[in-house]
């Protein structure tokens, strides 16, 4: 039985071989044919582009050939043309070997709304770490049931997605002409401190009003939030709109999570921060984002402002 096993291993594994090599071979024979037509379709298309211009302007086929393979002695050539446009980019544009600091510092520096919104970034997401931890040690207190646990973090997540959506979908695009930047950046935190200071001055605070806080600023800024910051980088110029949106929500976002994380890490572990140390915290750090929000909202164009930045930028293209 062994025997007649191997005779059948030995004669499958000779049929797949042949099988490969065949299919290698065909494949290298549709890759040297499709060459081949490739090249006699384009020469032939060539050929008969010449012969149409020729019967068109009543032009030999040789001076049109000419034409074409010898332009710069006919007076055409558009390979200087892109010449100079990429050496205008090139001037115009920073040099790449410019380090990533000094770019930034520089461009921080002519357009200050980037390093307004820079610090918005920062302190938004740092306050939010803070409520996140704050959320997540205050329903540990008061559900202790993995299980009951578990299904009130899904509602709750369900919830903030569920309103986000409707929000973005069904209400801003109406109320997108009457946002104005500046009002919605100086509203946010007027909508959030109410909690925050409860929490702070409350020696037992409800799970209700963390997650309320909580809940107001995750759907806030799923909805509102994001949408205006995209609304500040439209009439910004073409460094601003692309290395300084990069720089913000790369490294000013992450940069707010993970500093927090580690400083709340660090300060549980040297002296034990608790549930009301850290919702004191949280409204510093709301303190400061609010200050924040209040300077980012004294850059920002208004939406009669943007509108005309980007129409003008709009011409001078189509120029």
């Not at 006699?40 to 393979?69: E, W």
């Not at 997540?136 to 008061?142: A, G, W």
């Not at 993995?146 to 309103?163: H, K, P, Q, S, V």
């Not at 549980?268 to 949280?282: C, I, K, M, P, R």
Request: hydrophobic share 45%.
């Amino acid at each position: 039985f062994f025997f007649l096993r191997s005779r059948y291993v030995v004669v499958i594994i000779i049929i797949v071989v042949v099988v490969y090599v065949g299919w290698v071979i065909c494949w290298c024979n549709i890759c040297w044919l499709g060459n081949s037509v490739h090249e006699h379709v384009s020469h032939s298309c060539i050929h008969a582009l010449t012969l149409l211009h020729t019967r068109q302007y009543n032009t030999h086929p040789q001076y049109t050939i000419h034409k074409y393979i010898t332009p710069p002695q006919n007076g055409f050539d558009p390979a200087q043309t892109m010449q100079a446009q990429k050496d205008k980019k090139k001037k115009d544009q920073p040099s790449s070997t410019t380090p990533l600091l000094t770019r930034t510092s520089q461009l921080f520096r002519r357009v200050p709304t980037l390093a307004a919104l820079f610090g918005e970034v920062v302190t938004f997401q740092s306050l939010s770490t803070i409520l996140s931890v704050c959320f997540v040690r205050q329903l540990k207190l008061s559900i202790p049931v993995d299980t009951d646990r578990a299904a009130f973090t899904g509602g709750f997540y369900a919830g903030i997605n569920g309103i986000s959506g409707v929000l973005q979908f069904f209400v801003l695009p109406l109320a997108r002409k009457y946002l104005e930047p500046k009002n919605v950046y100086r509203g946010l935190p007027l909508l959030l401190t109410p909690f925050l200071i409860y929490t702070t001055l409350s020696q037992h605070a409800a799970l209700w009003v963390t997650a309320a806080a909580f809940f107001s600023l995750k759907t806030l800024d799923y909805s509102f939030r994001n949408v205006v910051n995209e609304m500040v980088y439209q009439p910004l110029d073409f460094e601003s709109r692309y290395l300084g949106k990069e720089v913000i929500g790369v490294f000013a976002s992450r940069f707010g999570k993970s500093g927090m994380s580690l400083l709340l890490s660090f300060a549980t572990a040297q002296f034990g921060v608790g549930l009301q140390a850290l919702s004191q915290f949280s409204l510093a750090v709301a303190g400061m984002w609010t200050a924040s929000s209040w300077w980012l909202g004294s850059k920002v164009m208004s939406n009669q402002e943007a509108e005309a930045r980007v129409q003008e930028r709009t011409e001078q293209k189509g120029k």
